[in-house]
């Protein structure tokens, strides 16, 4: 395919399946299915081979552990993944790191290669996407995240992709994937409003302290799973100098949900924190 059919289709691929908080951020490739009963204890096969992104599988195994020749390897990344990257931006384009690891989900592992071009409009912050490929080579999504962890959230079961994710101008928060049916499952669902966040540094009305709440994991209502909670300190921002610094402790409960995986909000924080940010909905 010549390089600028690929560009075009990556385009449009990402404008029809841009996932949205406060900006784009994600990019699933394949459709989110449906979530069924499966329980925080159960973990399911990958099931669906056929290549609707790619033309072909990548061969994660050619290149895993080791990347011997790293140009070699983009190269090959860019033409299975049609990633279009500007000819003045091509030499700073790195591999920040390829690994191998379970997921909540799946019974098999899954790869995560960081693809890091540096620099970039404020709208493509924070230049680096994660590519997630399951153990056959396909990929499963396209994630841009400032950091990608993996988490245990529960004991004895597999770890989930944690990350931490922001527009250019400091609105983010923080998303928390599974593997299902052989894609990725966003499962801490948003807020209600647009405010508050869990990752905050833009200066409009308020701002994190942290910018990044810290997060505590723990089962919060007593039903045998563990629960989320942020927390952190809300600053006000006044334009008055004269003004003191305003602080107000802030904590954001998400609660396991065993019928569909997801982690909720366990009050309307958007209507609760309303009187520093104002409707948000």
Same mark, same amino acid.
């Given at each position: 395919?010549p ?6 289709? /990556? ?8 996932? &949205?908080r406060? +900006?784009t951020h994600?990019v =699933? ?5 449906v979530?069924?009963?499966t329980?925080? +204890?159960e973990? =399911? ?5 056929? #290549?609707? %992104?790619?033309?072909?599988? /990548?061969?994660l195994? &050619? ?16 033409? @299975? ?5 500007? &000819?003045?931006?091509?030499?700073f384009?790195?591999? @920040?790191? /390829?690994k ?7 019974? &098999?592992?899954?790869y ?6 540096h620099?970039g ?24 995240? $400032? ?6 959230? *529960?004991?004895n079961?597999?770890?989930?992709? *944690? ?9 983010g ?9 052989d894609?990725? =499952?966003?499962?801490l669902?948003? /807020?209600? +409003?647009?405010?508050?966040?869990? #990752?905050?540094? @833009?200066?409009?009305?308020?701002v994190?302290?942290?910018?990044? *709440? ?7 209502? $007593?039903? +045998? %799973?563990?629960?989320?909670?942020? %927390? ?6 006044s334009?008055?100098?004269? $003004?003191? =610094?305003k ?8 609660? #396991?949900?065993?019928h569909n995986?997801? *982690? ?8 609760? %924190?309303?009187?520093? #940010?104002?409707?948000?909905?």
């Open positions: 395919m390089s600028l059919c690929r560009y075009f289709l /990556f385009v449009s691929l990402c404008l029809v399946m841009a996932c &949205k406060n +900006g994600s =699933e490739v394949l459709p989110v299915t979530a069924d009963s329980s925080a +204890g973990e =399911e096969d990958d099931v669906d081979q056929r #290549y609707d %992104y790619q033309d072909s599988a /990548f061969q195994m &050619k290149y895993y552990p080791v990347i011997g020749d790293t140009p070699t390897f983009i190269r090959a990344l860019k033409a @299975n993944c049609h990633i279009w990257t500007r &000819k003045s931006r091509q030499p384009v790195t591999i @920040n790191y /390829f191998k690891t379970s997921i909540f989900g799946s019974s &098999k592992p899954v995560v290669i960081e693809y890091d071009y620099d409009p404020t709208a493509s912050f924070p230049y680096k996407n994660q590519y997630v490929f399951n153990a056959t080579g396909k990929l499963l999504a396209i994630l841009s995240m $400032m950091r990608m962890d993996i988490v245990q959230l *529960f004991p079961k597999a770890p989930f992709l *944690f990350g931490v994710s922001s527009t250019g101008h400091g609105n928060g923080h998303d928390i994937y599974r593997v299902r049916k894609t990725l =499952e966003q499962v669902d948003d /807020f209600i +409003g647009t405010r508050p966040q869990t #990752y905050d540094r @833009n200066e409009d009305v308020a994190n302290e942290p910018n990044e *709440f810290r997060y505590r994991i723990a089962d919060v209502n $007593m039903d +045998g %799973y563990n629960d989320i909670t942020f %927390y952190g300190n809300i600053k006000h921002i334009n008055d100098s004269s $003004m003191p =610094e602080l107000t402790p802030a904590k954001y409960i998400f609660l #396991y949900h065993q995986g997801h *982690f909720i909000e366990k009050e309307d924080y958007s209507k609760k %924190y309303e009187y520093i #940010y104002g409707n948000s909905k």
